[in-house]
């Protein structure tokens, strides 16, 4: 429990403060989170830990996200806290209301950009890099596997958004997931995508690739029967996250699985509950530049996976990326602006950048894997 049920005022010189040195959403999240943490499971924690998450969203101004769903006894502290003149006194505030051990930022949460910080690392990067200039959005799901909405109407959605081409990548059904596509799923989606193609013309291609899951030995999990002979094969490890395991042996057995186009998400972080896997990346990255597999920068919010440290390494091994919403209805498809930000962070150059390619570009850059 923080001290006291109702928070002290705290001393600080609010009423001079030039709005610009209130603390930004980041560092405002972050001290919700914090002190989220200070509480016993229960309401209390709950309702920080909603505040926190408001802010880290929020597109505009955190104090008045972080107040719209607040309780009556939160608001006070809400207000304390961005109120505060700088990232600086918001550090003093947490530890003044904290009793136990100092608040720390959980390696959880490390190298995220909150919605604020990606918008403002957008507003003042490469404009080569930025989302309005990708041709292509890759990998979204759809109601074939664990997607909200048709393929018809995400690849339509893509298309409003301006993009020449998009590509699903759907779960596949192997051994392991059961909401996936097996062999004639996969058959008649390619159906489908045939007629769009058909139909859309040179208007919006769309590309079918497929969300492979990589098993705890490396192999994939193909659905039976099914040889790697899709357009595009995405790699990617959604469980045996394994914390104490070195994972290395395991990414390059797939990153060297003859068919596959790319890995996906990586490290298979996830925001606030998932470090992330152990792995000598240098190593990884290496092996993906070798081989000519692309590293996605996966933009979901609560992945950004790379983050802008790890996409920085593998663009000095020399490999290619291709930025992705993970998109699993049409309002995710915007997510992709996070892994551009991420990709501008990290300083990657346009050229290394898979999304800037045209539809026939991207056909034989698949081709040729
Ligand atoms: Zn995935
Ligand atoms: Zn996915």
Known sequence: ????????????????????ARPPNGALAEALFALSEQEEPGDRRLALLKAGYAVFDATGDGRRAALAKAPDWLRPLIDQLASCPGEDALSAAVQRLATGARPRRRTTREHYLCRAEMAATLAAGESELHPDRMRGAAHWHNTDSDGKTALESMARACQRRGYAWSMVTDHSRGLEVASGLDAVGLRLQRKRIDRWNLSAGDDHRLFQGLEVEVLEDGTLDVPRGERLDLECIVAAIHRLFDPDRDQTERLLRAISTPGVHVLAHPRARHFHYRPGLRARWEVVFGACAERGVAVEINGFPRRQDLDWELTRLASDAGCEFLLASDAHAPGHLEFDAYASAIAMKAGVPREQVLNVMHADEFEVWLAER
């Not at 429990?1 to 610009?20: H, I, N, Y």
């Open 1 to 20: 429990m923080l001290v006291g049920g109702c928070f002290p005022p705290l001393k600080m010189k609010t009423e001079f403060s030039p709005r610009s």
